[in-house]
C-alpha cells in the first residue's frame, strides 16, 4: 500500500448528486466528531463502471476501495466472490442506532446470509406510478378528455388506461411528455420493468417449484408486446427514453417534462426538494398499473453501504457507514434529494413537511416484491436487458425473442 493510500478512505459512489452531496457532508460531521484525519477519496461512477470497478475488476478484493455504494442486485454475487467484509462482528460490538429494530424488516434481508452480514441500509424507495396531481385536476384538461374519449380524466390503474392517458398529456410544444421509460441499457431498469410487467400480468420471474428464472411465459409475451407498442409510440414517451436511466428519467420529471411515471419512489421525493424542479407541490403516487386481469406490484431494491475484503482502513469504514447509518444522517440524505430508509424518517415532520407523501413509503414496503438474490443475477439480468431492448428496438416476434432469451437463461442456469 502507497503512503498516499494509507492517508485516503476509498468509497465508490453511485453517481447522484444527492448521493455525492450527502457523502461530502457527512464526512465533514465524522471528522469534526471522532478526530479523523484521514482524507475521503469519494468517486462517483455510473452503474456499468460502478460495477466493473468493485466487482468485475476486483476492487473490493485487492483494497482499491474501503466503502462502496452496492445495489442488492449484486449483493450475492458479492458475497459468494468473497468480496465483502463481513460486518456482524462489528455490528454485535458496536451496533449502528437503533439496529436492527429502527429499520423495516424488508430492509435488513438481502445483505443477511445468516453467518454474516455483508452491508448496511443507505437508500430506498420502492417503485410505484409517479404523477403530475396538477395536469389530472386541470378543469381544461378535464373538459378535453371527457370530450375526447367520454370517460373521466383519473389516475389510471390498467396498462391500457395508462398508455391512454399518456397521449392525452403528451404535449411536444410544451416539451411535455406523458410518460418517460427508463431504456438506458444498464442491465437494471429494462429489468425492473421487465419483472414489473410479468408481475402485473399475473405472472412470475422465478418458478416456485424449481426456483429458476423464467422469461418465456404468456405473461412476458403480453407486457413486452405492451412495452414495445409504449416505447414505439412517439405520441406518448419522451423522446430520449433510450438514453434515460432511472436518475436521468427522475430528473426530467422534475423538469416538468413528464406527467407520469413508473420509477423508484426516491424520484417523487427529489422532485419536492432540489432546486432545479418546477414539480414542487404538484406530486403524487399511485399503485403501479397491471392488466385487466391482474393487479398492481411493486418493486424494492435497495442501495448498501458495504466494505470490501480487502479495505486498508475496514475499522474506519465500519465507522463511518455506522454513522452514515443514524437517524440524523439518514435525514439527511433524505433532505438531500435522496431516499432514507430508517423508519424514523418515514414519520419525521420536517421530511413529511418538504415530502407529503413520505410516510406512505411503510405501505409501498408491505407489498413490494424483489428480485431473486443469485450469485449470477448479473448475467442473468444482461439476458433479460437484451431481451427487452430487442423487443423495443426490432418488429421480431415477440415470442421468439423471449424463447431465445429462455434458452441462454437455462443454459446459465444449468440445465
Not at 453511485?14 to 479523523?36: K, L, N, V
Not at 422469461?215 to 414517451?237: C, K, N, W
Not at 432546486?275 to 385487466?292: C, F, Y
Amino acid at each position: 500500500m502507497t503512503v498516499e493510500r494509507q492517508n485516503v478512505l476509498r468509497v465508490a459512489v453511485r453517481r447522484f448528486e444527492p448521493f455525492e452531496r450527502s457523502i461530502d457532508q457527512m464526512w465533514s460531521a465524522f471528522c469534526e466528531s471522532t478526530g479523523c484525519t484521514l482524507r475521503i477519496e469519494a468517486v462517483p461512477l455510473d452503474l456499468h463502471p460502478l460495477y466493473e470497478a468493485t466487482l468485475g475488476c476486483g476492487g473490493l478484493k485487492s483494497g482499491d476501495w474501503d466503502i462502496a455504494q452496492m445495489t442488492t442486485d449484486w449483493i450475492a454475487e458479492a458475497q459468494a466472490a468473497g468480496a465483502l467484509e463481513d460486518l456482524r462482528p462489528m455490528i454485535e460490538a458496536n451496533p449502528p442506532e437503533d439496529f436492527p429494530g429502527g429499520w423495516s424488516p424488508s430492509m435488513l434481508g438481502f445483505q443477511d446470509f445468516g453467518g454474516c452480514i455483508v452491508g448496511l441500509p443507505f437508500h430506498d424507495g420502492p417503485e410505484c406510478l409517479i404523477y403530475r396531481k396538477d395536469l389530472f385536476e386541470d378543469d381544461g384538461n378535464r373538459d378535453r378528455y371527457f370530450k375526447r374519449t367520454g370517460r373521466e380524466l383519473v389516475v389510471p390503474t390498467t396498462w391500457d388506461d395508462f398508455h391512454q392517458v399518456a397521449r392525452f398529456l403528451t404535449d411536444p410544444k410544451r416539451n411535455q411528455y406523458g410518460t418517460v421509460v427508463a431504456g438506458f441499457p444498464d442491465g437494471h431498469n429494462t429489468v425492473f420493468d421487465f419483472a414489473l410487467h410479468v408481475w402485473t400480468r399475473g405472472g412470475e420471474l422465478v418458478d416456485p417449484a424449481t426456483n429458476r428464472v423464467v422469461v418465456d411465459s404468456p405473461a412476458a409475451h403480453r407486457g413486452m408486446r405492451f412495452y414495445r407498442e409504449l416505447l414505439q409510440d412517439t405520441t406518448a414517451i419522451h423522446p430520449d427514453c433510450r438514453e434515460l436511466d432511472s436518475v436521468k428519467s427522475g430528473l426530467a420529471f422534475a423538469r416538468g417534462e413528464v406527467a407520469m411515471m413508473v420509477n423508484w419512489f426516491g424520484f417523487a421525493s427529489m422532485s419536492e426538494v432540489v432546486d432545479e424542479s418546477v414539480v414542487k407541490g404538484k406530486v403524487d403516487l399511485a399503485p403501479i398499473p397491471h392488466d385487466r386481469d391482474g393487479s398492481s406490484a411493486s418493486l424494492n431494491c435497495y442501495w448498501l453501504h458495504t466494505i470490501g475484503s480487502g479495505a486498508p482502513h475496514a475499522s474506519v469504514a465500519y465507522e463511518f457507514i455506522r454513522f452514515m447509518a443514524s437517524r440524523e444522517n439518514d435525514k439527511r440524505l433524505t433532505l438531500n434529494g435522496g431516499t432514507g430508509c430508517r423508519k424514523s424518517t418515514w414519520w419525521d415532520a420536517d421530511v413529511n413537511c418538504e415530502v407529503p407523501y413520505y410516510h406512505r413509503l411503510k405501505s409501498l414496503h408491505e407489498f413490494a416484491r424483489t428480485l431473486p438474490r443469485l450469485a449470477n443475477w448479473s448475467q442473468l439480468a444482461g439476458v433479460i436487458d437484451d431481451l427487452v431492448l430487442e423487443t423495443m428496438d426490432s418488429d421480431k416476434p415477440v415470442e421468439q425473442i423471449t424463447a431465445a432469451a429462455q434458452s441462454r437463461i437455462d443454459e446459465i442456469q444449468g440445465s
